[in-house]
């Protein structure tokens, strides 16, 4: 049906950046909210940032300032650029995005497969 599929996560020094993307496919007739999440080893899932259709953006606040989310709407991709990485931003991201399917107009949560962010010197 939908598929999310997840691009940019790796090694990085304390202080640097990287960006992470994620591109949406498959029998979509329009996406909501898109977002990124991230979980560490032994702690639960939680929200790192989420834009609606519309642009509007909510930030965690561990990340605020930091991180930034964008989406193209056109081509049903979201992005998150990191900088000023801590290593407690070390986690697998997942990509998610409510979608809403043809033909039976079906919404529901979709998400990646995760992509490692690892920070560390």
């Known amino acids: 049906q939908v598929q999310l599929v997840e691009s940019g996560g790796g090694l990085v020094q304390p202080g640097g950046s990287l960006r992470l993307s994620c591109a949406a496919s498959?029998?979509?007739?329009?996406?909501?909210?898109m977002g990124w999440y991230r979980q560490a080893p032994g702690k639960l899932r939680e929200l790192v940032a989420s834009?609606?259709?519309?642009?509007?953006?909510n930030y965690a606040g561990s990340v605020k300032g930091r991180f930034t989310i964008s989406r193209d709407n056109a081509k049903n991709t979201v992005d998150l650029q990191m900088n000023s990485l801590k290593p407690e931003d070390t986690a697998v991201y997942y990509c998610?995005?409510?979608?809403?399917?043809?033909?039976?107009?079906?919404?529901?949560?979709?998400w990646g497969q995760g992509t490692q962010v690892t920070v560390s010197s």
């Open positions: 998610n995005a409510n979608v809403k399917t043809a033909p039976l107009y079906l919404t529901r949560d979709y």
């Open positions: 498959g029998s979509i007739f329009n996406i909501n909210a």
């Open positions: 834009v609606t259709s519309g642009g509007t953006t």
